[in-house]
């Protein structure tokens, strides 16, 4: 069963750029982020929709699908119970304490708060927080247009965890894709000195 895809987009390779988009399946007892390489294929990919995936590649903790003919629909009375709190786990953010005791190369997918952003030569670095600790994330390449500033949060897809002197960062790699929700602003003015409030006693 599909639980969720990305929108397609576009990576850099030697000669110029291809398209992919991420999704999360899962069977009746577990889940697979998966990477797919046909965006032909997103239109099979809807959530919820149960679908029989015949070819792929395991790669990194990913399926990797490549071929359009890999996927197929499933007959329309075909029903497949997946149960929330297994939805639940696919859909969750790890926790900042719970990164620092995985090992290097593990690839991540979360949402945080950006708390820092720095621009420093052609990387973009944000510090992301959450009520365990902090960690950096590098940006490079095409996500570095990306407009993200502190107090968004960000969407993490397919980011590698890294030890940089002896400082614990996650990457963007070449099938990182991010998502920026912004913060929702106040709809209240602020008020100024001079506004005038009425008290409960004047509607009395």
């Known amino acids: 069963m599909v639980l969720k895809a990305t929108e397609p987009f576009a990576y850099a390779v030697s000669k110029g750029e ?22 032909s294929l997103k239109e099979k990919f809807i959530p919820k929709k ?17 071929n ?15 149960s929330k709190s297994l939805i639940a786990n696919a859909n969750a953010t790890p926790k900042i304490s719970h990164l620092y005791l995985q090992a290097p190369g593990t690839f991540v997918n979360g949402m945080y708060e950006v708390h820092k952003k720095t621009v420093r030569n052609q990387f973009i ?9 902090k960690i950096e994330v590098r940006m490079y390449g095409r996500l570095t247009q990306i407009n993200c500033e502190e107090g968004n949060k960000l969407k993490l897809i397919c980011f590698e965890l890294a030890l940089s002197e002896n400082k614990w960062q996650l990457r963007s790699v070449i099938h990182s894709f ?6 929702r602003k ?3 003015p602020p008020l100024s000195p001079d506004s005038y409030m009425k008290t409960s006693l004047e509607y009395l």
């Open 18 to 39: 291809r398209k992919m988009f991420h999704a999360t399946v899962a069977t009746e007892s577990q889940f697979f982020q998966g990477k797919v390489f046909d965006i």
């Open 50 to 66: 149960v679908i029989a995936i015949s070819d792929y590649v395991g790669c990194n903790g990913y399926l990797e699908v490549y």
């Open 68 to 82: 359009a003919l890999s996927v197929s629909d499933v007959n329309a009375d075909q029903k497949m119970e997946v």
């Open 125 to 133: 670095y944000y510090e992301i927080k959450d009520n365990t600790g």
């Open 178 to 183: 991010i998502k920026v929700i912004k913060a």
């Open 186 to 188: 106040s709809k209240i």
